[in-house]
């Protein structure tokens, strides 16, 4: 939620990419030196990134890794197709996005009863995060259904780690699955596209190119609360691009950054929230089939 910002990790990109250039130099003339063996790719590229994540942030809980853990294994990369355009809606699911229609979202202001239009763009046929006008959610609330978003990072990419193509999608408000430009794009683990944030790195990562779209399609088993007690937690399972990166994983709770996420009882329904991060994020075909997930029929 908290949102690190640019600059000190632009600075720690750009030393790296500049040691980088000069390893790369280096590499180089050392091959044309015989006596002394170059640096094998595989051994490169297992040397730790520093500067990228946390070493003093909480340890989650019954998990070796701390959140935004810096030595956390970063997910292998695995190659998709292009899209191959929208995915069509089926009969029983609700538009919340066609391509024009913004009546579906609000901007939530400081109360729940307080609500504004949208400020993003909608032109294209595409939604497109207008930095500063704040996150949208949607004006209908809803409990566990399976969510179908397209989205695409901003082209020519700027910036990295966290402050590159970062938004997320946020089931009942507050579970935040974390769209960011992972395409050759290093940050934490638990902070890629396809990451339950701070929690759950995604298994892999199959990010597209900028400019390109991503398909995430979830499947959200909402948490149950009796008062103020948890009595099950909320599961999530997603595809990106229809490769499955996270399955049934138990949320923990709700979004935080650098912090072990909790708990906090809310109602059976929440809005869908689409993360203003700074960066013109562009979204496409969002779709909603409420569920009962847990119930017999
Ligand atoms: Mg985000």
């Not at 956390?72 to 191959?84: F, N």
């Not at 901003?154 to 999608?169: A, L």
């Not at 609360?225 to 999530?236: D, W």
């Not at 072990?260 to 809005?271: M, N, Q």
């Amino acid at each position: 939620m908290v949102r690190p910002r640019l600059s000190p990790y632009g600075f720690t990109f750009c030393l790296l990419g500049s040691l980088c250039l000069v390893g790369g130099f280096q590499s180089s003339t050392l091959a044309e030196d015989e006596k002394k063996p170059e640096t094998p790719p595989a051994a490169a590229a297992a040397k730790p990134i520093t500067g990228i994540g946390y070493v003093d942030s909480p340890l989650l809980p019954g998990s070796p890794w701390r959140v935004h853990d810096r030595n956390r294994p970063r997910p292998r990369v695995v190659a998709v197709a292009t899209d191959s355009g929208p995915v069509p809606a089926p009969s029983d699911a609700i538009v919340l996005f066609d391509g024009t229609d913004l009546s579906h979202w609000v901007k939530p202001g400081k109360s729940p009863s307080e609500l504004f239009p949208a400020g993003w763009k909608a032109e294209n046929g595409y939604l497109e995060v207008v930095p500063s006008a704040g996150d949208i959610q949607t004006v209908d609330t809803f409990g566990d259904c399976q969510l179908h978003l397209e989205w695409s990072a901003p082209t020519p990419p700027e910036g990295s780690s966290q402050g590159r193509g970062n938004s997320g999608v946020f089931l009942m408000g507050r579970y935040e699955i974390q769209i960011l430009d992972s395409f050759a794009n290093v940050t934490y683990a638990d902070g890629q596209a396809g990451a339950i944030y701070g929690q759950y790195p995604p298994l892999v990562n199959v990010t597209r190119p900028p400019g390109q779209w991503n398909v995430f399609d979830l499947f959200f088993e909402s948490p149950r609360f009796e008062g103020e007690k948890l009595t099950r937690p909320g599961y999530v399972t997603l595809l990106h691009n229809g490769v499955l990166v996270q399955y049934h994983r138990e949320l923990l709770g709700a979004v935080a950054h650098k912090d072990v996420a909790k708990y906090v009882p809310h109602p059976p329904a929440g809005p869908i929230s689409l993360q203003d991060h700074g960066n013109p994020t562009r979204f496409r075909n969002i779709w909603v089939r409420p569920l009962e997930l847990g119930r017999n029929p």
